[in-house]
């Protein structure tokens, strides 16, 4: 039984966190036990060791507290990927400061009120991002420090501005022989301590500043050590595609492996299709963290179609010919990740269920977890040996889940979370704060979800997302578009409601789209229709389908904008 029941308390107590362990105290034996071993490595550039990161840690030590940083102050982080990323954030955390994370998509605007929301002293800015921003519109920060070589770009305090040109001899004064592994000390965190505070893209377009303490880092990577870190031994290479300002990527890929003792890669440029098939081949990652949209467009663009050739069509009908033809579809899959990897976890937004059916038939090792930001962002996981088809895994350790349902197997239900990975609330904004947490301490995910015997969740689609039929009957347009998006030359789908009636705003396969005159086009998403509207029940059907000239809007999680088109 996956399914864990304890109370908040019991799963505070019991955990290991309370016997000497703690967040920092990962980092920092991480470092020691790994000194002379490969650590951050920006694909195609320069590596960093565990030494050379324990090092650069104490230089931002030594300019916060030159510069009159305190415990608890703010220190904002905005850029792609990077080694140097990961060190401020690493360096933020184990001086006691908060780290505000902010996800290089954002506009100049967000990147300017989330800098002046969450109140932060400091600015840590990729070489891009530099150019898009106006540090008048910021005017509380004293500095903005360049993430490549840690200059200052600005600077409104004369403490800092000696921290920084005099970084080496205040090192060389602190350490006069050599920075050594007894000299790495790191602030003693406390489990409700703030960590960070980590600003979500929100389905309104508004960010709200999630409050994440010690316990919730900790609680994840706790976990990922103790369930993965056997199947990924220290040493093995890692490939960070996700941005680590959201905390998909930033828990699962960069602190567990960082915790892990692995060698991280980092695709400090705009990951394109080409510079990720390439980066998989060359690092050969031992686990692989990715959204749907990746896995999806290699299954779509470079298997699918081989599969509807006359000449497999045939051969998969062949009982034994079958199983030869899918073991080595799945050798030639499993490559493309790189081919050694242990398994392909799959989260942040909905896997297409004829993706996952594929990849389950041919015995590819891919497992769905679940989370969200609010929770630093793990709720459930399973397994890929163990992995029910359909479902995002069971409950993960120190995490508790029930559905909000009469029946929890068969009437979704709201899924509620609590335990040890859950935020304290949201940064100034106690109604948003209220609305989430009730008075037992259960978050409440906004998520509709279902839960078999065995424990394991089936999300069934967003609260917000649900509509009304005519007659009252719950529509889950997520259903309908995974059927849709498995259909001939659609590329992108969303469904909407219009005065009662049901559309489809669809987005068609560029690639193939140039072999059809736009009638043509419309005509096939017609037959799209009618062929979906036989397997719907008759208030769930589409009245029509609409093509929709641009990609549409994204999250950082890869999910559609949907406020924007409703």
């Known amino acids: 039984m996956c399914r864990k029941e304890c109370t908040f308390a019991q799963n505070f107590r019991n955990c290991a966190m309370n016997k000497g362990s703690s967040f920092n105290e990962y980092i920092r034996q991480a470092i ?86 969450s109140e932060a002293r400091l600015l840590f800015v990729g070489d891009f991002i530099a150019k898009e921003i106006d540090p008048s519109l910021m005017p509380r920060l004293e500095g903005i420090v360049n993430l490549p070589d840690f200059s200052l770009m600005v600077t409104r305090s004369e403490q800092l501005t000696y921290a920084r040109e005099h970084l080496n001899l205040l090192f060389g004064s602190k350490y006069p022989r050599a920075f050594v592994q007894d000299d790495v000390h790191y602030h003693e965190d406390q489990p409700e301590e703030l960590a960070l505070i980590n600003y979500t893209s929100g389905t309104t377009g508004f960010s709200k500043g999630v409050m994440l303490p010690y316990r919730s880092l900790w609680g994840n990577v706790d976990f990922c050590i103790r369930r993965l870190g056997k199947l990924v031994p220290p040493g093995s290479s890692v ?170 197997e068969n009437t979704p239900g709201e899924i509620l979370a609590r335990g040890t990975n859950v935020m304290l609330g949201y940064y100034k904004n106690e109604e948003a704060t209220r609305d989430a947490l009730d008075a037992d301490g259960w978050y409440h995910t906004g998520d509709l979800g279902t839960m078999d015997a065995d424990g394991n969740i089936y999300i069934r689609g967003r609260i917000k997302n649900m509509l009304l039929g005519a007659n009252g009957q719950n529509i889950y347009p997520e259903e309908i578009e995974d059927q849709l998006s498995s259909m001939p030359m659609v590329s992108e789908c969303i469904v909407v409601q219009r005065q009662q009636k049901l559309v489809a705003l669809v987005y068609p396969d560029q690639d193939e789209m140039m072999n059809f005159s736009h009638d043509e086009l419309q005509g096939i998403m017609e037959q799209n229709r009618q062929q979906l509207n036989l397997t719907l029940p008759a208030y769930c059907r589409l009245t029509q389908i609409e093509l929709h000239d641009t990609e549409f809007e994204k999250t950082p999680k890869k999910s559609i904008k949907r406020y924007l088109y409703n």
């Open 239 to 408: 490939l960070d595609i996700l941005p680590m300002a959201h905390m998909y990527g930033l828990s699962i890929e960069f602190l567990f492996g960082f915790c892990n003792g692995s060698h991280l890669f980092f695709l400090n440029r705009l990951p394109s299709p080409t510079l990720i098939a390439k980066a998989f081949t060359d690092i050969q990652p031992a686990l692989v963290i990715s959204v749907p949209l990746i896995v999806e467009k290699i299954i779509r663009k470079r298997v699918f179609p081989i599969m509807q050739t006359p000449r497999m069509k045939l051969l998969m009908a062949m009982p034994v010919v079958s199983k030869k033809v899918k073991e080595k579809i799945c050798e030639q899959v499993y490559a493309a990740f790189g081919g050694k990897a242990y398994e392909i976890i799959v989260g942040g937004a909905p896997l297409s269920k004829e993706v996952e059916q594929f990849l389950i038939s041919i015995g590819f090792p891919i497992t769905v977890g679940y989370g969200a930001t609010e929770c630093a962002p793990l709720i459930s996981y399973r397994d890929w040996h163990e992995f029910a088809p359909g479902s995002c895994g069971c409950t993960i350790d120190n995490m508790e889940v029930r559905i909000d349902s009469h029946d929890p």
């Open 32 to 117: 020691l036990k790994n000194w002379n071993q490969n650590a951050l490595t920006d694909y195609q550039g320069p590596t960093l060791q565990y030494h050379d990161v324990a090092r650069k840690i104490e230089k931002i030590h030594i300019v916060f507290q030159n510069a009159g940083v305190v415990k608890g102050d703010k220190i904002a982080i905005c850029g792609r990927n990077s080694a140097h990323w990961a060190v401020t954030f690493l360096a933020t955390l184990t001086y006691g400061a908060v780290a505000v994370p902010i996800l290089h998509e954002f506009n100049a605007e967000q990147i300017h009120n989330i800098v002046n929301h």
